[in-house]
């Protein structure tokens, strides 16, 4: 069997973390959330077998003592329009020195060089960031607002729906996207945090399998010297901002 898996990665161990996996026809497998490197690791160990790629949304590769690496400098100009850029890391920050994304993939063995290709013996783990990936794969004219505001609800309702439509990760009919759905169209105070990093997993799933199955569907901002960012390639349509 062939996993690819999503960790939508806190910055620091403690805080939620989400994970999710699709199988090597790209549907979702599991989702679900933890806090310690020791729980992300027997996840993976339960429900990822035949590891290939990692996508994680956090921090990876930051050689940079201060500043901006060259992937969030490349990747700011391709979506800033749409409100998509990402955020700067730089050694300076605590928690970047180092990153617990690379010390997570030293441990498992990942290889974080965007030139390798990932096997089962030597998994790849690229970053990525959702923001951007959504703008690019669905042609949004900004970046969806459900992170935070009085109108998250809608901005969920609105990830739902795209999310949807990739008929590859098969959620029409799996259990726990189903659980998540209803959570986002009548939730209760406090669960559209509570369930925010796994829905960002799944898309980082997906886009681990994009990058094993359909690797002309992404492109890499930066380098694995520099630091980089796994997104889609700059789009050309029309930014458009809703407020």
């Known amino acids: 069997m062939v996993s690819y898996v999503g960790i939508d990665l806190a910055w620091k161990a403690g805080n939620r973390t989400g994970l999710a996996v ?15 490197d020791d729980q992300l690791f027997a996840w993976l160990d339960e429900h990822a077998p035949g590891l290939r790629v990692v996508a994680v949304d956090a921090p990876l590769v930051v050689p940079n003592a ?3 690496r060259a992937g969030e400098n490349e990747l700011a100009r391709a979506y800033g329009r749409y409100r998509a850029g990402p955020y700067s890391s730089s050694r300076s920050i605590p928690y ?4 617990r994304a690379e010390t997570i ?15 089962e013996d030597r998994p790849a783990c690229i ?38 439509t990739l008929e590859v990760l098969g959620l029409g009919d799996h259990p726990r996207w189903q659980e998540l759905a209803r959570i986002v169209a009548a939730p209760l ?4 945090t509570q369930i925010e990093d796994e829905i960002d997993a799944v898309l980082c799933a997906h886009l681990a399998w994009l990058w094993a199955v359909r690797r002309e569907e992404l492109h890499v901002y930066g380098s694995g010297v520099e630091g980089y960012i796994v ?13």
């Open 22 to 36: 699709v199988d090597g026809s790209g549907r979702l497998r599991s989702s679900g959330v933890v806090r310690s």
């Open 66 to 68: 201060t500043g901006q």
């Open 96 to 99: 970047f020195d180092p990153p």
């Open 105 to 119: 993939a030293a441990a498992r063995g990942w290889v974080t060089d965007p030139e390798h290709v990932g096997t």
């Open 127 to 164: 970053e990525v960031y959702p923001h951007p990936a959504m703008v690019g794969l669905f042609g949004l004219g900004e970046r969806v607002l459900y992170k935070k505001g009085p109108d998250r609800q809608s901005g969920f309702a609105q990830v739902v729906e795209l999310f949807e």
């Open 189 to 192: 105070p406090g669960q559209l």
């Open 231 to 243: 997104a889609p390639p700059p789009p050309t349509h029309a930014a458009v901002r809703s407020r």
